[in-house]
């Protein structure tokens, strides 16, 4: 199979219907993001097979937990995962994604444009700080891929989900562990509301999904 092939394929293993329109966005992405690789530091994955199955697929396995046209805050998005390849498959979110590497920032404001998405935009700041100008209490869902532990990552992102909202997390092969281990540190504050386990499709990289909220 071609890699448009898997990458529509994989995604359908996952749930997700990606169109030729969509297709060609993902494209336009893999070859912008391989350019600025050669600059700055985006991605240790050169192989463009794996970045469709390690980036792409692994971005959009949150998607359909995620219902369109809501707010959705991207944590330590780095070189836009997931919040970009979220973007492309729920086109009616409005997307944030924030990141503390200004060089990284400036790659996925680049990427927006080239892909010519709207209601997305990457700013520059730390979750922990309160003046990088993110409003409070305000997103749906704020997303989280791998970012430090589950404790930390909990309460970093708690302050900008809205009352309804949740808390996505997504983790490696070791998600299962890391929980088991968080849990007493958390449970009094978070409520698990879904877990997943699964393989990412074309591969053999285990992948688990944590979906919580604020008690």
Do not use: Q
């Not at 071609?2 to 893999?30: P, Q, T």
């Not at 707010?71 to 919040?83: H, N, T």
């Amino acid at each position: 199979m071609n890699l448009r092939g898997d990458l529509i394929e994989g995604a359908r293993e996952l749930g997700v219907d990606i169109s030729e329109k969509d297709a060609d966005l993902f494209f336009k992405y893999l070859e912008n993001l391989k350019t600025w690789n050669d600059k700055i530091n985006l991605t240790s994955i050169k192989n463009d097979r794996e970045i469709i199955i390690s980036h792409f697929l692994d971005s959009i396995s949150i998607a359909p937990l995620i219902e369109d046209g809501m707010k959705v805050l991207d944590i330590g998005s780095g070189a836009g995962f997931p919040g970009i390849p979220l973007k492309i498959v729920r086109p009616g979110l409005e997307v944030t994604l924030l990141d503390s590497v200004n060089k990284k920032v400036t790659f996925m404001n680049v990427t927006i444009r080239k892909l010519g998405l709207e209601k997305i935009k990457a700013v520059w700041g730390r979750a922990e700080e309160s003046l990088n100008d993110i409003p409070l209490h305000y997103f749906d869902y704020v997303v989280n891929r791998a970012v430090g532990s589950i404790s930390d990552t909990l309460r970093l992102s708690s302050p900008y989900v809205s009352k309804d909202g949740v808390i996505i997390l997504m983790r490696g092969k070791r998600g299962s562990e890391e929980w088991n281990t968080a849990i007493e540190d958390v449970e009094n504050e978070f409520e698990l509301l879904d877990y997943k386990d699964f393989t990412l499709p074309l591969s053999d990289l285990k992948r688990i999904i944590l979906v919580l909220r604020l008690i």
